[in-house]
Nanobody, 121 residues
């Protein structure tokens, strides 16, 4: 019904940069928000950044000033530009979208499959 497909993960040295992309497809009527979460081994999934449609964006304190979230609303896409990467940024990064479909009466969240980001020291 709805698919979120991520790309852009990989291996990078500390101080380097990566850009993650996520595109949502399916019977989408409207999107309330799109964002990125991450989960490191042995840790809970945490919010990295979220972009609210027609409104502001929020970031985790640990990534403020280093990561930037952006959207392409025409393509139902969200991006995460990650700069000055640190080893502690190593995690699986998941795209999330809160949206309405042609088959739903309430908005709900959908997840991508995740993309691995590894930062070496």
């Amino acid at each position: 019904q709805v698919q979120l497909v991520e790309s852009g993960g990989g291996l990078v040295q500390a101080g380097g940069s990566l850009r993650l992309s996520c595109a949502a497809s399916g019977s989408i009527i409207s999107i309330n928000a799109m964002g990125w979460f991450r989960q490191a081994p042995g840790k809970q999934r945490e919010l990295v950044a979220v972009s609210y449609t027609g409104s502001s964006s929020n970031y985790a304190d640990s990534v403020k000033g280093r990561f930037t979230i952006s959207r392409d609303n025409a393509k139902n896409s969200v991006f995460l530009e990650m700069n000055s990467l640190k080893p502690e940024d190593t995690a699986v990064y998941y795209c999330n979208a809160n949206l309405m479909t042609a088959h739903s009466t309430l908005p709900r969240g959908y997840w991508g499959q995740g993309t691995q980001v590894t930062v070496s020291s």
